[in-house]
């Protein structure tokens, strides 16, 4: 996958070019739908994934640690 850089500097951070949105992972998607969803975007190479709490009531976030930890990413 291709890859951009986010930042610059010591804070350059390369990042798949694709980013997954996880706004409805813990709500709407339920945790193995989330799960899957996850391991095929990691198995592609994603590495950007948008956890951002400002979208919806619930927290992407614990959805997306757990994946990163399990995929040996965190």
């Known amino acids: 996958m291709r890859t ?3 930042g ?3 804070r350059a951070t390369p ?3 694709i980013a997954l949105g996880a706004m409805m992972f813990g709500t709407a998607t339920d945790e193995e739908t ?3 969803i996850l391991d095929r ?6 590495t950007f994934i ?4 400002n ?5 992407t976030a614990p ?7 399990c995929s040996g990413a965190g």
């Open 63 to 69: 959805a997306a640690a757990r994946a990163s930890v």
């Open 55 to 59: 979208y919806a009531t619930g927290s």
């Open 34 to 36: 989330s799960f899957a």
């Open 4 to 6: 951009r850089t986010i």
């Open 8 to 10: 610059g500097g010591d």
């Open 15 to 17: 990042v798949s070019a």
């Open 41 to 46: 975007f990691l198995a592609s190479g994603g």
């Open 50 to 53: 948008d956890t951002s709490n």
